[in-house]
């Protein structure tokens, strides 16, 4: 980071308490952000530069912004059910590819009140010093299956392979498809989450739409019995645990290697109830 306090790029690539309701200031950039909770659509956090919405309520008078709003929100709430079902399609095709009975991904992320979704909208100016800041640092997603619609322009992501950083080149009308922990827990390996990072850009406004599909927060995760090696049963790789303690350990550990957290919910599986999967 280029150390200026209240850096847009700073508080929100970083993760830092300041990312809440309000407007932030890049000193470097002398540019406006907002983060913009929304509540029509799940949890999802949209970030956008300061527009004069951001700041006020609007009403009808004001030459129909108001509707103009609420058509947006109308416009997202679509969006994100028709990504939402792409979703649970994408889980049953990795479940025939797996062996697995159709509808087993679904069932072990429903818990007792159904997956969570939401989406993230981010909209970042460019960086006059992306040497000095690390950007979004490396890391793989906690959840399930995230479905990112990134800018057809600019680019930034990268994704790792065999040991070398990979740049994911914008593609327009395109969707990225990325793998979390959940998946790979539950596939036993068969599935990997992937390590991927985000680089500050010089040039251009970079946006990306980033969906994610998650277990509830009581699903029981664990690696489906039909993927697990006979030999594997007496030293088991993943642990089995509940949703939501995992993303209790994972906000503090997000950017560092998965295995560690793996490991640490071994400690706490011997409480899981572990009952069977009914897909019918």
Known sequence: MHGKKNCHYC????????????????????????????????SINCIFPSTPFTHKRVTTSESGKSLHLVSERKTMKEFALELE???????????????LEKGYLRKVFCGSKGPTFGTKVSNYPPCPKPDLIKGLRAHTDAGGIILLFQDDKVSGLQLLKDGQWIDVPPMKHSIVINLGDQLEVITNGKYKSVLHRVLAQTDGTRMSI????????????????????????ESQIYPKFVFEDYMKLYAGLKFQAKEPRFEAMKAVESTINMGPIATA
């Open 11 to 42: 508080l929100v690539r970083s993760g830092r308490k300041e990312r809440k309701l309000g407007s932030v200031h890049c000193t470097a950039t002398k540019r406006w952000g907002t983060v913009i909770p929304h509540k029509s659509i799940g």
């Open 85 to 99: 079902e792409l979703a649970e399609q994408l889980l049953d095709l990795l479940c025939e590819n797996l062996g």
């Open 210 to 233: 980033a969906s994610f599909y998650n277990p509830g927060r009581d699903a029981v995760i664990y690696p489906a019995p039909e993927l697990v090696e006979k030999e594997e049963k």
